[in-house]
């Protein structure tokens, strides 16, 4: 190294930023065993476990892998995300948010990383309850479009739910915390009509049950999946997600530059 | 404000809450120096450090870093400059190739350019055995060292190093050092900050004291040095009479006095000539003394000499001189 080699970096693009953050998350989690298991296992589990030992006591008038599907599918992706809360806060605790912000790597781009390696990971996940629900005599009924729909929806619940947890992991001041936190994401998808009807909760759950934004997706999901009439279910769980994710997207770059005043 | 200053910070205030971290801080880093920011514990010497390195914003005072206002131009100076903290920087589940060429990346290199940046810094710190293995199984003096590596992947102008050394074993900080000695060797600036004189002593061309968010000396290493002897002489007295006696002879000269051990301090430059003449002045009837120990100035004599009161958090590793 010589003084002529001490020369100004060249300025980049943000996305370029954005790639390397999220090839570093998605390695990260490639060798983090826990996490790996977590993100893997729990679906396969999760699915075995409502079909076969609470399903026999559910009537919901179809076979219940049928019905319980999209509830599995939601309740794992919050599962998927909540990890992500755990590293945003681990990150932002140690010393790596130091060097980032010394070379400019925007805190978008950071949070954004940790994001996109947490959608790579739903979508694993997401291929895995399916493959299991077939296995386990999941027939649906959806032609093309009806897949891709269901997939788009799934997709924007994902992001969203990625973003609420990268904002929980700027608000946490520990990773054990951020994980406590994100209990309550994946709590969210159980009084909903996830994995029985609503009408056989306690009427004081119905209205929170039926406007909670998990069940305009698991409708959505459910219908779409189906092949039967899903009505403004599309236009409301598309509503919520959006709603979501712009909220959490501001509320985390609020939090990210409060967090490193 | 000058531009042949790396680093020029006038009148820095920083508080938290009531605690004032730092209250009027001047600083001048010449181009390709080395300067070390000594201090205890407390001192408000990450608080400056994070200043200059635009990562928090001073109350008030200018800071101009590479030439460029940290506030007003602060992207221009995150491109010059890099941070090595004091909590190691680096991805334990990547392997140091990975964090290297990652931070290849970041500071917009290409991929290849990446690659062989990558390849250039292990080589350098001698760390290519272990670079595909991820780093949650190297040693904690590998880390640092990939840690200063990480730092250098940009080609700063202005190089901050927070603690660099600190929680290292001694064969771990003298690599450190020699890296340290390079990079100033070949016109890099350098900032670093230390709890040991002797780092300080060891790295830099010029030194400023920190105590209590004020900067109490500044000069270089022999300035600092004429006001704080090198070495202590430690004597410990036979009886309450002969700690009176010694104590009245050496009088303001005794840098410490711990009457419950019979103990006095005396600075000395730690040559056998002036221990000798020490010990012959202070006690000529060679009954006075016990024993006598020499120790490589401490901080807490660094602060002493140059404060007149100890360092108010003071360094409890009291570590002796590690050469």
């Known amino acids: 190294m010589s003084e002529l080699t001490a020369t100004t970096t060249p300025s980049r693009p943000a996305f ?6 999220a090839g570093r998350s998605l390695r990260m989690t490639r060798r983090s065993v826990d996490v790996l298991l977590t993100s893997l296992l729990l679906p396969v589990l999760l699915m075995v476990l409502f079909v076969y030992l609470f399903g026999g006591a559910i009537q919901t008038g179809t076979r219940y892998v049928t019905y319980v599907v999209p509830g599995v599918l939601l309740l794992c992706a919050g599962f998927g995300a909540s990890m992500t809360a755990a590293s945003v806060t681990y990150d932002m605790t140690g010393g790596i948010i130091d060097r980032f912000r010394s070379l400019d790597v925007a805190g978008p781009a950071i949070l954004a990383g940790h994001v996109a390696a947490s959608v790579v990971r739903n979508l694993a996940s997401t291929v895995l309850v399916f493959g299991v629900a077939f296995l386990i005599g999941f027939r649906p009924a959806a032609g093309p479009l009806d897949w891709l729909a269901a997939v788009g929806v799934l997709l924007l619940f994902i992001l969203a739910i990625s973003w609420v947890s990268a904002a929980v992991g700027l608000l946490a001041r ?77 509320v985390s770059g609020v939090l990210f530059r409060r967090r490193t005043a | 404000m000058h531009d042949e200053l790396a680093v020029e910070a006038i009148g820095l205030e920083k508080s938290y809450g009531r605690v004032r971290v730092l209250d009027g801080v001047d600083l001048g880093v010449a181009r390709g120096g080395v300067f070390a920011l000594l201090g205890p514990n407390g001192a408000g010497k990450t608080t400056a450090v994070r200043i200059l390195a635009t990562l928090i914003r001073a109350d008030a005072g200018q800071v101009r870093v590479a030439g460029f206002d940290v506030v007003a131009d602060r992207r221009q100076v995150r491109r010059r400059i890099s941070l090595t903290g004091q909590f190691a920087a680096v991805d334990d589940l990547q392997t140091g190739e990975e964090n290297l060429r990652m931070m290849g990346r970041l500071t917009g290199l290409s ?40 730092g250098l992947v940009g080609n700063p102008a202005v190089l901050f190093l927070d603690e660099p050394t600190t929680g290292l074993d001694p064969r771990s900080r003298q690599a450190v050092w020699q890296v340290v000695g390079e990079l100033a060797a070949s016109g890099v600036s350098v900032f670093l900050t230390t709890q040991y004189l002797e780092e300080a002593d060891r790295l830099a061309d010029r030194i400023a004291v920190l105590d209590g968010g004020r900067v109490v000396a500044e000069g270089t290493s022999l300035q600092l040095k004429e006001q704080v002897a090198g070495h202590r002489l430690d004597l410990v ?11 009245r002879r050496l009088d303001d000269r005794a ?11 005396v600075a000395t430059d730690g040559s056998a000539a002036q221990v000798r003449a020490l010990l ?23 602060f002493l000499a140059l404060t007149g009161h100890p360092a108010e958090q003071p360094d409890h590793e009291k570590e002796p001189a590690h050469v």
Not at chain 1, 16 to 21: G, L, R
Request: net charge neutral; with cysteine; charged share 20%.
């Open chain 2, 237 to 247: 007295l036979a009886d309450a009479a002969a700690f009176e006696e010694v104590a």
């Open chain 2, 111 to 150: 991929r290849a350019q990446a690659r062989r940046r990558a390849a250039e810094l292990l080589e350098r710190f001698d760390l290519t055995e272990a670079a595909r293995r991820t780093v949650n199984t190297w040693s904690g003096g590998m880390r640092r060292r990939l840690d200063l590596a990480a």
């Open chain 2, 255 to 265: 840098a410490r006095r711990d009457p419950a051990h019979r103990t006095i301090g």
């Open chain 1, 16 to 21: 370029a930023d954005w790639a390397t953050m």
């Open chain 1, 174 to 250: 520990s990773p054990e915390a951020a994980g406590g936190f994100s209990f309550l994401i994946m709590f969210l998808p159980y009084p909903s009509s996830g994995f029985v009807p609503i009408d056989t909760m306690p009427t004081w759950l119905h209205g929170f049950a039926t406007h909670q934004p998990v069940t305009p997706v698991i409708e959505t999901l459910r219908g779409l999946l189906l092949g039967l009439p899903v009505g403004s279910g599309p236009a409301r769980a598309v509503a919520w997600c959006v709603g979501i994710l712009v909220a959490s997207v501001v």
């Open chain 2, 280 to 302: 012959d002045e202070v006690d000529p009837t060679r009954r006075s003394v016990d024993r006598f120990a020499v120790h490589g100035a401490t901080l807490d004599d660094v």
